[in-house]
Nanobody, 115 residues
Framework: QVQLVESGGGLVQSGGSLRLSCAAS????????MAWYRQVPGKQRELVAV???????TYAEFVKGRFTISRDNAKNTVYLQMNSLKPEDTAVYYC?????????WGQGTQVTVSS
């Protein structure tokens, strides 16, 4: 069972930056892909960014050029650097580990962007 713990959320003004962290309880070298999702009340959870264990990345269109996903295998941690934040980025952000036959979620961290 993989345990994921997110941190780094908070309140920031529009245009500001935050860096989210997702610490895994196992070596992320063995996890094929890690992803960040976000969810606002009343809406479905949506994919923000994915990074493979080879380092390739994919981003949702609405964060391209503003967010960067990265991984530090030595620390078993995945990051989401969020720049030029907008009020519409306000959500609970979740980390997810993706295997071929299973996945695991963290508990989420709240990001609030004020206008």
């Amino acid at each position: 069972q993989v345990q994921l713990v997110e941190s780094g959320g908070g309140l920031v003004q529009s245009g500001g930056s935050l860096r989210l962290s997702c610490a895994a309880s196992v070596s992320i070298n063995n996890i094929p892909a890690m992803a960040w999702y976000r969810q606002v009340p009343g809406k479905q959870r949506e994919l923000v960014a994915v990074i493979s264990n080879g380092g390739s990345t994919t981003y949702a269109e609405f964060v391209k050029g503003r967010f960067t996903i990265s991984r530090d295998n030595a620390k078993n941690t995945v990051y989401l650097q969020m720049n030029s934040l907008k009020p519409e980025d306000t959500a609970v952000y979740y980390c997810k580990s993706i295997f071929s036959s299973s996945s695991h979620w963290g508990q989420g961290t709240q990001v609030t962007v004020s206008s």
